[in-house]
């Protein structure tokens, strides 16, 4: 059974910085691309950023290129994302997810697991 768990969410004040982690089970995270998504109350959930399955390509959405990064250890079957220079426009859940589709997909039918998702609050 595959399951992805995210952590690392909370609150922080605007300029802060976190780091979300997703520790994945049940399937080699080398063999998946991977991504992080996010999704506020009443809007759409929207892609953040992804890493190809080697790792060696990742994309980020233009809304936090520079200031968020993502990552990954496939040993460690666990993804990251770095988040710096928050705002508050950045509030949302954050969910990771991942895909055997090749590349960094940004769409979130690419995707076929899905974590249960952190909370991020950023105080202004």
């Known amino acids: 059974q595959v399951q992805l768990v995210e952590s690392g969410g909370g609150l922080v004040q605007a300029g802060g910085s976190l780091r979300l982690s997703c520790a994945a089970s049940?399937?080699?995270?080398?063999?998946?691309?991977m991504g992080w998504f996010r999704q506020a109350p009443g809007a759409e959930r929207e892609f953040v950023a992804a890493s190809s399955a080697g790792g060696v390509d990742t994309y980020h959405a233009d809304s936090v290129k520079g200031r968020f990064t993502i990552s990954r250890d496939n040993a460690k079957n666990t993804v990251y994302l770095q988040m710096n220079s928050l705002k508050p426009a950045d509030e949302a859940a954050y969910y990771c997810?991942?895909?055997?589709?090749?590349?960094?997909?940004?769409?979130?039918?690419?995707?076929?697991?899905w974590g249960q998702g952190t909370q991020v609050t950023v105080s202004s």
């Open positions: 049940g399937l080699a995270l080398g063999y998946f691309g």
């Open positions: 997810a991942a895909t055997n589709t090749r590349g960094t997909p940004t769409t979130t039918y690419a995707y076929v697991f």
